[in-house]
């Protein structure tokens, strides 16, 4: 897969996401796809992704920097929302937030495989 082939790819994902369409996840990620080492598989990773969007409904997934190497993805994702139920682990105040993920992500056969994600939860505590 060229550069420009799996980069298209990944914003396909992206808008996937921001779009809600759960049912597609399978698309863009492997049945046994893994998040930071733990093997979630894709029922587990679509949980994670959709307890996302339902803490923030207003979530929306923007690539600041993105970059392809080979078959990975790097890209730090920006994101404004406001929280209405618990988020990140962290209770809603009604505030809104802005903070960014840095994400690295493998591909095989034109999917996602493995993950690996830091979310700068500090930022998040600090503006609730």
Do not use: K
């Not at 399978?26 to 930071?36: A, E, I, K, M, R």
Request: charged share 25%; hydrophobic share 40%.
């Amino acid at each position: 897969m060229s550069t420009r082939d799996l980069l298209a790819v990944y914003r396909d994902y992206l808008q996937c996401l921001n779009d809600r369409r759960w049912d597609e996840l399978g698309l863009f990620v492997v049945d046994d796809v893994s998040h930071n080492g733990a093997r979630l598989g894709l029922d587990g990773y679509r949980a994670m992704l959709e307890a996302d969007a339902g803490g923030a409904p207003d979530l929306r997934y923007v690539p600041e920097i993105l970059i392809a190497d080979g078959q990975v993805v790097s890209c730090r994702l920006f994101f404004r929302c406001t929280p209405q139920r618990t988020f990140l682990g962290l209770e809603p105040t009604g505030r809104p937030v802005a903070f960014a993920e840095h994400v690295f992500y493998r591909f095989g056969d034109g999917r996602i495989a493995e993950v690996w994600s830091v979310v700068d939860t500090d930022a998040v505590r600090d503006q609730l």
